[in-house]
């Protein structure tokens, strides 16, 4: 089993939907967990930290699930900028991080 | 976040030679930082630690005598690859780990050097 999986997609959505990627994690020690973006041949960039709490910034809320070991990023009102690849990243054991392959979204018109 | 700059960001060369990629943290002091490398379709994967003053720790699997990592500075590490061979063609990218360097924060990546072997 991966140490953390992600649906590779892709999510093809229209403009304005709401779409919602999961991801899943092995290590139940997991300290901190990020969702980042990638757009094509470039670095991934920090899209948000996942609280236990749930956060919001925007469009987006990251949810995490300690329990089943989840994670979850919900997009609002999708726009076509927010085509991407969105990385799911673990904060493993001694502060090693870990990535899932990333799930493709594309927003279309 | 952090600042950090990487070159070159392309670069192609023929089999059997080295190629040296630099990794600068512009707007703080980084102790550590990290080297990943991402083939297509797949997630980062961690090839090495590079620590200040000291060895680099690689991953299980990476050549530590073909991945030389130099981290002489607290701003600056270097990835070479030496004898570069087609299969080691990736997306190369460095990392530093977010203020204060807990092992809990974000991390910013470089904007990666694409390596091409030929």
Sequence with gaps: RKEVEQDPGPFNVPEGATVAFNCTYSNSASQSFFWYRQDCRKEPKLLMSVYSSGNEDGRFTAQLNRASQYISLLIRDSKLSDSATYLCVVNSLRGKLTFGTGTRLQVTL | ?118
């Design chain 2, 1 to 118: 976040g952090a600042v950090v700059s990487q070159h070159p960001s392309w670069v192609i060369c023929k089999s059997g030679t080295s190629v040296k990629i630099e990794c600068r943290s512009l707007d703080f002091q980084a102790t550590t930082m990290f080297w990943y490398r991402q083939f297509p379709k797949q997630s980062l994967m961690l090839m090495a630690t590079s620590n200040e003053g000291s060895k680099a720790t690689y991953e299980q699997g990476v050549e530590k005598d073909k991945f030389l990592i130099n981290h002489a500075s607290l701003t600056l590490s270097t990835l070479t690859v030496t004898s570069a061979h087609p299969e080691d063609s990736s997306f190369y990218i460095c990392s530093v780990r977010g203020w204060g360097g807990s092992v809990n924060t974000e991390a910013f990546f470089g904007q990666g050097t694409r390596l091409t072997v030929v």
